[in-house]
T-cell receptor, first 113, second 110 residues
Framework: GAGVSQTPSNKVTEKGKYVELRCDPI?????LYWYRQSLGQGPEFLIY????????DSGLPNDRFFAVRPEGSVSTLKIQRTERGDSAVYLC???????????FGPGTRLTVL | GQNIDQPTEMTATEGAIVQINCTYQ??????LFWYQQHAGEAPTFLSY????GLEEKGRFSSFLSRSKGYSYLLLKELQMKDSASYLC???????????FGPGTRLSVLP
């Protein structure tokens, strides 16, 4: 079946702009995670959804970052007033339940000029 | 705080065996995962340990000692395609808050 998909694959924006990154998890997966990864580093946890609710958003760096998953499937990560330090690859992962391994999407490479 | 340490880089020869170590200090522990990540691609799952001991899966094995906060990934019969970064990740709480290490970049030479 289809894996995790993310759109866009690349996003270039200017400092101060608003961006939305989309994640389509594997069908039926209830757990969904957002990470960001800088070059040469491991993924950094941002937020975890179980169903529609954000079960753990402790990784969101500040209130410019927000994520939703209104119907328990597709999720959108929203970043307001982007800064150059937000440039990274944003990875989404899903799993059938929190005890199972995560399947990662290809990521969205965000560049803030 | 949460801390996971891995060697930054390792080099090995095709056909050889390599062991990649991971040490962790986290506020909780509910499983340790190893992922492989080729350059420019997403991580893919390799193995999972929640109890002490060795888990074997083909050419890959992973070991865990919870009392020592230590794990290793063992790769046998190395192939050129094994050149990648290997990420150690700890699930700190049930379903939540995975903490990833910085990754170990493995280069397999002919």
């Amino acid at each position: 079946g289809a894996g995790v998909s993310q759109t866009p694959s690349n996003k270039v924006t200017e400092k101060g702009k608003y961006v939305e990154l989309r994640c389509d998890p594997i069908s039926g997966h209830t757990a969904l995670y957002w990470y960001r990864q800088s070059l040469g580093q491991g993924p950094e946890f941002l937020i975890y959804f179980q169903g529609t609710g954000a079960a753990d958003d402790s990784g969101l760096p500040n209130d410019r970052f927000f994520a939703v998953r209104p119907e328990g499937s597709v999720s959108t990560l929203k970043i307001q007033r982007t800064e150059r330090g937000d440039s990274a690859v944003y990875l989404c992962a899903s799993s059938s339940d929190p005890y199972n391994e995560q399947f990662f999407g290809p990521g969205t490479r965000l560049t803030v000029l | 705080g949460q801390n996971i340490d891995q060697p930054t880089e390792m080099t090995a020869t095709e056909g050889a065996i390599v062991q990649i170590n991971c040490t962790y200090q986290t506020s909780g522990f509910n499983g340790l995962f190893w992922y492989q990540q080729h350059a420019g691609e997403a991580p893919t799952f390799l193995s999972y340990n929640v109890l002490d001991g060795l888990e074997e899966k083909g050419r890959f094995s992973s070991f865990l000692s919870r009392s020592k906060g230590y794990s290793y990934l063992l790769l046998k019969e190395l192939q050129m395609k094994d050149s990648a970064s290997y990420l150690c990740a700890v699930r700190v709480l049930y379903g939540q808050n995975f903490v990833f290490g910085p990754g170990t970049r493995l280069s397999v030479l002919p």
